[in-house]
């Protein structure tokens, strides 16, 4: 049974940092690509930042030298490092492969706000 569980979530003061985990089972963990997404109220879902089996990040622009993503394939792990955040960052951000599994978790609520 594939599960993902987001954690790390918060309320945030704009310029902040929060670090997001994703613990996932089920699935083949150190194969292909993991990823973040978000979705903002009113919005679609979109993927903000995946890294492959190697390693490699790539990022949408909007959170480009802001955000890190990195992996553990010992602990089938996936983080998100979010500095200077934004009010724009507000999102339920969630993990999953890239391109996703039909399987969502529940997301962690991020929230930056003054």
């Known amino acids: 049974q594939v599960q993902f569980v987001e954690s790390g979530g918060g309320l945030v003061q704009p310029g902040g940092s929060l670090r997001l985990s994703c613990a996932a089972s089920g699935i083949m963990f150190r194969v292909g690509t993991m990823g973040w997404y978000r979705q903002a109220p009113g919005k679609q879902r979109e993927l903000v930042a995946s890294?492959?089996?190697?390693?490699?990040?790539n990022y949408v622009d909007s959170v480009k030298g802001r955000f890190t993503i990195s992996r553990d394939n010992a602990k089938n792990t996936v983080y998100l490092q979010m500095n200077r955040l934004k009010p724009d960052d507000t999102a339920v951000y969630y993990c999953?492969?890239?391109?996703?599994?039909?399987?969502w978790g529940q997301g962690t609520q991020v929230t930056v706000s003054s």
């Open positions: 999953n492969k890239v391109p996703p599994v039909n399987y």
């Open positions: 890294i492959s089996s190697g390693g490699s990040p």
